[in-house]
């Protein structure tokens, strides 16, 4: 079985035989890989009226437990966006009532923001819908295949980490 990447390898191999194309044979399919993801994330999203940046706030201070608040500050770690860009996520989050900002009893110079009950079941649905999607997508691989995917995407991401 033959794709797009396997056309586009033999192409430069063809075109530029002095150079090694083999990355591209992984990382051309992670890209386009990435592609197909981004669409199926926007589309189960969607469906819950959150875009993906909502979804990863909302998230976030989902994973955080009970009573699911964070600092803005551990919201722009979380994410990886700047804190410029945090105000203006959870502004027109708590314009969609999905969060509350109010007064951290430990710090009174510092905020924090919490889910509310409607964000906290708009993200366990958008969840919901994301591993139904996701788990279609997966599903030429077997368990075990999964795994050693999981695995070796792990390792190539640490590089990147490292790096």
Do not use: C, K
Not at 7 to 18: A, I, K, M, Y
Not at 23 to 48: G, I, K, N
Request: a neutral charge; zero cysteines.
């Amino acid at each position: 079985m033959s794709d797009d990447v396997d056309r586009l390898v033999e192409g430069w191999s063809r075109e530029r035989p002095d150079v090694d194309v083999s990355p591209l044979q992984v990382l051309s399919r992670v890209t386009r890989l990435a592609q197909q993801l981004d669409r199926a994330r926007r589309a189960s999203f969607a469906a819950h009226r959150l875009d993906i940046w909502e979804f990863d706030v909302l998230s976030a201070l989902r994973r955080a437990g009970s009573p699911y608040e964070l600092s803005p500050g551990a919201l722009v770690r979380e994410t990886l966006v700047t804190s410029g860009t945090m105000t203006n996520r959870v502004d027109r989050l708590v314009a969609r009532q999905l969060v509350t900002r109010r007064a951290d009893p430990d710090d009174r110079r510092a905020v924090l923001v919490g889910l509310t009950a409607v964000g906290r079941e708009t993200v366990d649905a958008a969840l919901d819908a994301l591993l139904a999607s996701e788990r279609d997508l997966l599903a030429g691989l077997d368990g075990r295949d999964q795994q050693r995917l999981a695995a070796l995407l792990r390792e190539l991401t640490a590089a990147f980490h490292r790096g």
